[in-house]
């Protein structure tokens, strides 16, 4: 069976990424933190587990590509555009590309928890085998993983994005489509200083 972790990045311009942290330690600092916390998101994976980047700006291809492409060393991983439109848009196309490319199996993530272990996708993996989705939720009423084995396009639509809503709303729409969830634990997001600093000794460089 192919397995695809979708990892979802921006090209780590100051200004662009991490803004809540940006607002207290500086552009500059957060965008140098944010490359850290990719960094590490990475070396956490699996792998046995092919990776897919769905990045953005399109324009920064080569950038982004020369970034990531060699790390960790071996790991092969493609690299896909992001969408235009809100994160439903993205995440929508997202999926439904990386399912085209032949994978059984998408767990889509980010760089904002450093939480995620091999185990995360052992469990998420055989979650799969019983159930039509697995979601990670975060501590901020988000979530910091979403599993799928097939897409599903409502789970994406008219979702209050970036709130505390964002976890009950998905879940309220993966239950109105009549998918059986189910649910890991609860890991912290870091969207903060307070967050970072909770979790800096945690990550490397």
Not at 25 to 35: N, T
Not at 96 to 125: H, K
Not at 135 to 154: I, K
Request: with cysteine; hydrophobic share 50%.
């Amino acid at each position: 069976m192919r397995r695809a972790i979708l990892l979802f990045v921006k090209y780590p311009e100051p200004g662009r990424v991490k803004t809540r942290l940006a607002a207290t330690v500086g552009a500059e600092v957060a965008a140098r933190i944010y490359r850290r916390l990719v960094a590490a998101v990475i070396e956490s994976l699996p792998d046995e587990e092919e990776l897919v980047v769905a990045f953005d700006p399109p324009e920064k291809r080569a950038e982004i590509v020369a970034w990531l492409g060699a790390a960790p060393a071996g790991r092969r991983a493609v690299f896909l555009p992001q969408a235009e439109g809100d994160l439903g848009a993205r995440l929508e196309q997202a999926f439904a590309e990386t399912f085209a490319l032949g994978f059984e199996n998408v767990a889509v993530i980010g760089s904002d928890c450093i939480e995620l272990t091999p185990a995360t996708f052992a469990a998420t993996w055989q979650a799969l085998g019983s159930h039509d989705a697995v979601l990670g939720p975060s501590t901020d009423g988000g979530y910091y993983l979403l599993a799928l084995r097939e897409p599903c396009a409502a789970l994406f639509r008219d979702i209050a994005w970036s709130t505390d809503a964002v976890r009950a709303e998905t879940l309220a729409r993966a239950h109105a489509a009549g998918l059986r969830v189910q649910e890991l634990a609860a890991l912290p997001d870091i969207d903060t200083e307070a967050d970072w600093r909770r979790a800096e000794g945690k990550v490397e460089g």
